[in-house]
C-alpha cells in the first residue's frame, strides 16, 4: 500500500511539474510578443536561436557598445515588464 502512495505522490509531482513547465513557456512567448520589435528580434537571437551576444550585435547592426549600454538591457527590462508569472525585476536597496 505505501508503495501505491508513493507512486501516485510522484506521478502528481511529475503532472504539477509539465503543467508549470507549460505555462513557463506560454508566458515566455506571450512576453515576448508584447515587447516592441527591437527587443523581440534581441530575445529570439538570443534565447531561441541561441546566439551569442557578438552574433546577435553583428546581425542587427549596432555597435558592441551600444547593444549592451542600451539594446540588450532594454529588450531585458521589457521582457521583465511583460512577464507576468513572477516579477523578474532586481531591486536596489537604498
Same mark, same amino acid.
Given at each position: *500500500?505505501?508503495? &501505491? /502512495?508513493?507512486?501516485?505522490?510522484? @506521478? #502528481?509531482?511529475?503532472?504539477? =511539474?509539465? +503543467?508549470? &513547465? #507549460? /505555462?513557463?513557456?506560454?508566458?515566455?512567448? #506571450?512576453a515576448i510578443g508584447h515587447c516592441d520589435q527591437r527587443s523581440? #528580434?534581441? +530575445?529570439?537571437?538570443?534565447?531561441?536561436?541561441?546566439?551569442?551576444?557578438? @552574433?546577435?550585435? *553583428?546581425?542587427?547592426? $549596432?555597435?558592441?557598445?551600444?547593444?549592451?549600454?542600451?539594446?540588450?538591457?532594454? &529588450? +531585458?527590462? =521589457?521582457? &521583465?515588464?511583460?512577464? *507576468? *508569472?513572477?516579477?523578474?525585476?532586481? $531591486?536596489?536597496?537604498?
Amino acid at each position: *500500500m505505501p508503495k &501505491a /502512495q508513493n507512486t501516485e505522490n510522484s @506521478m #502528481e509531482r511529475r503532472i504539477v =511539474q509539465r +503543467l508549470t &513547465a #507549460e /505555462q513557463i513557456v506560454k508566458r515566455t512567448i #506571450e512576453a515576448i510578443g508584447h515587447c516592441d520589435q527591437r527587443s523581440k #528580434e534581441v +530575445l529570439d537571437l538570443l534565447y531561441l536561436e541561441d546566439y551569442s551576444d557578438t @552574433m546577435c550585435f *553583428m546581425h542587427i547592426g $549596432y555597435s558592441r557598445s551600444h547593444y549592451f549600454d542600451v539594446v540588450k538591457p532594454e &529588450a +531585458l527590462l =521589457q521582457f &521583465a515588464d511583460c512577464y *507576468m *508569472m513572477d516579477d523578474l525585476h532586481i $531591486y536596489k536597496e537604498n
